[in-house]
């Protein structure tokens, strides 16, 4: 049984800045995708970052200049580090880890951990 464990939002001032963790435990195939979302109020959940278990790191363009995504593979840990937070940003960030090989579409989500952005 695999579970996702999000944990470091908050409510934070605009331009500073958060570090998102997510702890997973369980048995995941060693190919696989960490990947974060978010889901702004009243919004549809939309890929932000991603990072696969071989290092290839992608973001989506609207925030590229200001997440970055790391993992610890011995630890199953993902973070994402978000600098200068806009209110744009608020959200619940949701950790997803997307298994690959045989295991391709067999993916599992944390609970979310609400980040709300004060101007």
């Known amino acids: 049984q695999v579970q996702l464990v999000e944990s470091g939002g908050g409510l934070v001032q605009a331009g500073e800045s958060l570090k998102l963790s997510c702890a997973a435990s369980?048995?995941?195939?060693?190919?696989?995708?960490m990947n974060w979302y978010r889901q702004a109020p009243g919004k549809e959940r939309e890929l932000v970052a991603s990072?696969?278990?071989?290092?290839?790191?992608k973001y989506a363009d609207s925030v590229k200049d200001r997440f970055t995504i790391s993992r610890d593979n011995a630890r199953k840990m993902s973070y994402l580090q978000i600098y200068r937070l806009e209110p744009e940003d608020t959200g619940v960030y949701y950790c997803?880890?997307?298994?690959?090989?045989?295991?391709?579409?067999?993916?599992?989500w944390g609970q979310g951990t609400q980040v709300t952005v004060s101007s």
């Open positions: 990072m696969t278990s071989g290092g290839i790191i």
């Open positions: 369980g048995s995941i195939f060693r190919i696989n995708t």
């Open positions: 997803q880890v997307a298994q690959g090989g045989a295991y391709y579409g067999v993916n599992y």
